[in-house]
């Protein structure tokens, strides 16, 4: 026999071996539905003698930095996310709120977890991804902290505060 006719009751079968299969390769796959894991750590704020504590999410992976907090309706007060590159970006790489229906800040940290700037970021739920802006910092910068909206001034933390990773 050179090749098997399947019948109509092996179609859901293929088409369900063909969307596996093009998942497990990576193609087709919308980084912004389906299950994420991120691991949980404490991170300690300080500027002088104001001290604040977040319990964050940390995204290192680029499936992690792409989901993000996006699709979240609601972030607990003192949580937020911890983004770890694997060495310097530019100040012209910048984050979006493509999908993201939380406001946020975010801190842009040095090598040594210093804060070098904050920036306030709006949702952005627009259906194209280009139509949501970019908020770059405008200086080099190793990792970023998001958390709510205020949540920095809250605290009397600013440029120059100091954010210290507790794993």
Excluded: K
């Excluded at 992690?64 to 770890?84: E, H, K, N, V």
């Excluded at 280009?130 to 080099?140: K, L, R, V």
């Amino acid at each position: 026999m050179r090749g098997a006719v399947l019948g109509r009751s092996a179609l859901p079968l293929v088409v369900l071996l063909l969307t596996m299969g093009s998942q497990g390769c990576g193609t087709g796959v919308d980084p912004y539905t389906g299950p994420v894991a991120f691991d949980s750590a404490q991170v300690v704020v300080v500027d002088g003698n104001q001290r604040a504590e977040l319990l964050v999410e940390i995204a290192e992976t680029r499936h992690q930095q792409i989901r993000g907090l996006s699709g979240r309706d609601a972030l607990d007060p003192d949580s937020g996310m911890l983004f770890l590159f694997q060495g310097e970006r530019g100040g012209d790489e910048g984050f979006w709120m493509y999908r993201t229906r939380i406001p946020l800040d975010i801190a842009f940290l040095d090598g040594d977890g210093m804060v070098l700037r904050i920036l306030t970021m709006e949702p952005c739920l627009e259906l194209r991804s280009e139509a949501c802006p970019t908020y770059a910092p405008g200086i080099p910068y190793h990792s970023a902290l998001e958390a709510n909206e205020g949540w920095f001034a809250a605290n009397g933390l600013a440029a120059g505060s100091r954010v210290v990773l507790e794993r």
